[in-house]
Structures are given as C-alpha cells and as structure tokens.
C-alpha cells in the first residue's frame, strides 16, 4: 500500500465530481418526472422503472468493478462511469420510447456504479490506505448536496428550456465532472488485491455477512423513507419546504464527522449511528401529535442518513485489509444495491396498506434488527483485537 501524500485539493475536485454525478443520475428523475410524463404520457412509475433498472445494473455489475480496476486504474474506471452517465443523458434526450428509455437508464446504471461513492472510494483507498478516511468524509461532504444544488437547477432549467434540452445541459455537467476527477492519481490495483482471491479465515467471513446484512437492511430503510419522504411531510402537515430539514441533517451530520475526525473511530461511528435509528424513528411516530416531532424526524433522519454513508465507507476499512477493499465491498454490497432497487416499490405497498404510521412502525422494527447487528459487529471486533476470538477460527 502506498503512503503517498493525498493531493491537497483532492477531496473538493472529487467533491465536486459526486456531487454532479448524484445530481445528474440519481436525482435527475424527482425534477424532471413531471415534465417528461406530461410530453410522452408515460405514467410515473414507467419513469421511475427506468432508475430501478439502473439500481439493478449495479449489482450485477459490482462484482466486476475491482477486476476493471485492477486492470485500468481507479481514475480512468470513474472518469469512464462518468462519461456513461453524460452519454445516458444525451441519449434519453432523444427517446421517443419506453424502451429506448429504459435501454438509456442500463447504461445509466453501468455508469453510476463505475462512478459514484463506491467505486471512488475504493480508489482512494488503494491510493491511501487508512489515511483517506478523512478524504472520504469530505467527498461525502460535497456530494450530499446534490440534491439541495440540481433540483433547484432542474427547475431553473425548465423555466427556460424543455426537459430534452436539460437533459443535454446536464450532460455537459456530465463532461465538467470527468474533467474534474482528473486530480486523482491513476493507478491500477495489485493483482492480488484485486483479481486473486485469497483465502478468507472465519473472522473475515462472519465479519462480512454482518457487514452485508447491516448495509442492506439501512439501504432498504433509507432509500424507502427518503423516496416517501413528501408523503410523510404531508401527513404531518408540515410545509413541503420542510423537505429542506433532511438536507441539512445530512450535510450538517457530514461536517461534525470531519470536525469530530480521528476521534469517531469507524465501530464508534457504526454504533452510536445505528442506536440513533430506533430513537429516530419513534420521534416520526410522534409526529401526528406533534408536528415539531415530524419536523425533528426529517432532520435527524436526513442526519442518520448523511452518517450511514461515511459508515458505509469506512466501517470495511476496519473489518479488513485495506488492499481488499475493493473486491470485498464489490461483494457484499450486492444485496443492499437489490435492496435499494425493490425499496421504493415496498414503501408504496407499505403505504398503501397499513398507511404512512404503519410503515413508520415498520421500519422502526427493522432499525431494531439493524440496531442489534451494529452491536453484534462492534462487540465481534472487539472481542477479536482483545484476543479473545482468534482470528484463526
């Protein structure tokens, strides 16, 4: 592993670059849905199919990514991904077809998984090592806002130009991005990092089962309230504005884990996050008593969210090896990138069925299950760097 000095204005170009790709893949649909359904009648689900198509991408091509990377070196591997995510929206510019708009959104999804959060932050992390945990939290940091910057930008978009035409600007965003990550050192993985598997004991294998079910449970949580989020700000009777409170949480949450660096050790980070769920939670169930309740469950929860990124991130630093990242969380976070995928389509028949407190009741049953993993991880490792498991198991 390298000991290279991470190039000062790393962490805000590969900001910026998360930034401007989450905003032009992930959360493009919320501001041009409603524009596109009303040209083409398409219903919005038949838009939002198209983004689950994408998610689904993702996990099949994820075991993949550190095999490409091994090969092409973690800067060209993004800088491509990227370059598909502006290709994906030029080219749903010109569909005139459902299917020429779902074939737009698999290579939209190749595009997202070789270029955001997770394929970055392998490369920084085989670049750097234990050392770009800070780096991490500050991309996090600039990325976060993506929605707060391109949905506003979306709808100014629209005021002047037509959704075909927005799109196009957005791929020339697409573009600015790929120039953007350039800061980042190219370089390949070692081939016994990436492409050799080795011999996993029983600590890394039991580690990465928890590891895999406790990401998946959050995704499937986060990704379903945040894409139910208006519909619960609604049934407070809570302005919409107050969607704005999640952003905050999140960006807000972000900038204490920098200030709070070293510190807030990954396991702490895990534990304290994941004991905040079920608190979190409990506050929305209050919250048709209360409206300030609502109004501190989208705050705190847009905040629980922000950290669960930073954890996603960091928390395989501190299971394994540094060089096996990449092919680790390549793995292990399949089952959540499903889960993120099937999410938003439960919460609806969630909310169809038991109603928005049903769903919140739910979903704090599930932040239990998701609570009692955190401490079976960090009790786990624990108890292994004390000796008292062996590694040898």
């Not at 391109?150 to 037509?162: H, S």
């Not at 960090?378 to 004390?386: D, E, F, M, R």
Request: with cysteine.
């Amino acid at each position: 592993m390298t000991s290279r000095a991470i190039p000062r204005f790393l962490p805000l170009f590969a900001g910026c670059n998360q930034l401007i790709n989450w905003g032009i893949s992930f959360y493009m649909p919320g501001t041009f849905a409603r524009a596109i359904a009303s040209d083409t009648r398409w219903t919005q689900p038949q838009l939002y199919l198209g983004l689950t198509l994408a998610m689904l991408v993702m996990a099949l091509v994820s075991p993949f990514v550190a095999r490409l990377q091994s090969r092409l070196g973690g800067q060209h591997v993004v800088t491509i991904g990227t370059l598909l995510i502006a290709l994906s929206c030029i080219a749903m510019s010109c569909v005139h077809s459902l299917a020429g708009w779902y074939s737009a959104w698999l290579m939209m999804g190749i595009g997202m998984r070789l270029s955001l959060y997770d394929a970055l932050f392998a490369a920084l992390i085989t670049l750097y090592g234990q050392q770009a945990r800070r780096t991490l939290s500050q991309v996090t940091l600039a990325g976060g806002l993506a929605s707060a910057v391109f949905w506003p930008l979306g709808e100014a978009l629209l005021a002047i130009t037509n959704w075909r035409g927005a799109l196009l600007v957005y791929a020339l965003f697409g573009l600015l991005s790929a120039v953007l990550i350039r800061p980042l050192p190219n370089q390949p993985l070692t081939m016994t990092a990436a492409s050799t598997p080795r011999t996993s004991n029983a600590h890394d294998r039991r580690s990465g089962w928890l590891f895999a079910a406790f990401i998946a449970l959050i995704t499937f949580v986060s990704n379903g309230t945040s894409t139910h989020l208006p519909e619960f700000i609604v049934s407070a009777g809570l302005p919409v504005a107050a969607g704005m409170l999640w952003g905050i949480g999140q960006t807000g949450a972000r900038f204490m884990e920098v200030v709070a660096g070293a510190r807030l050790t990954p396991l702490r980070l895990t534990l304290v996050t994941a004991l905040l769920m079920p608190l979190c939670f409990l506050l929305g169930l209050s919250g048709s008593l209360l409206a300030g309740s609502a109004a501190g469950f989208v705050l705190g929860y847009g905040a629980i969210n922000g950290l669960m990124t930073i954890v996603k991130a960091t928390l395989p630093l501190q299971l394994f090896a540094a060089e096996d990242y990449a092919r680790r969380t390549g793995v292990l976070l399949i089952p959540a990138q499903l889960m993120a995928a099937a999410s938003p389509f439960a919460y609806a028949w969630l909310d169809r069925a038991l109603g928005i407190k049903g769903a919140l009741t739910f979903s704090l049953a599930l932040t239990v299950v998701i609570t009692a993993l955190a401490i079976a991880i960090v009790t786990y490792q624990t108890l292994h760097a004390s000796g008292i498991i062996s590694r040898s198991l």
